[in-house]
């Protein structure tokens, strides 16, 4: 009956902890992905002024 008592205590800590280790993975999962949507807006911002500045389909003067 004991074993039993000591059983649940002992799943239960179990049960905390595989909690705890999936929150903190769950957390770290969602700072990589804002990092990785931060980066792609960063890189998206910076190449939008460059096809503002190509000049395709213009002739170049005197030709």
């Known amino acids: 009956m004991a074993d039993e008592k000591d059983r649940g205590k002992a799943d239960a ?5 595989r909690r705890d280790r999936l929150k903190l993975a769950l957390r770290e999962n969602l700072k990589r992905r804002k990092s990785q949507a ?3 807006t960063d890189a998206a911002s910076t190449e939008l ?4 500045l190509d000049d395709a389909g213009e002739k170049e003067p005197g030709r």
């Open 49 to 52: 002024p460059d096809a503002f």
């Open 13 to 17: 800590r179990g049960a905390t902890a």
């Open 38 to 40: 931060r980066g792609r």
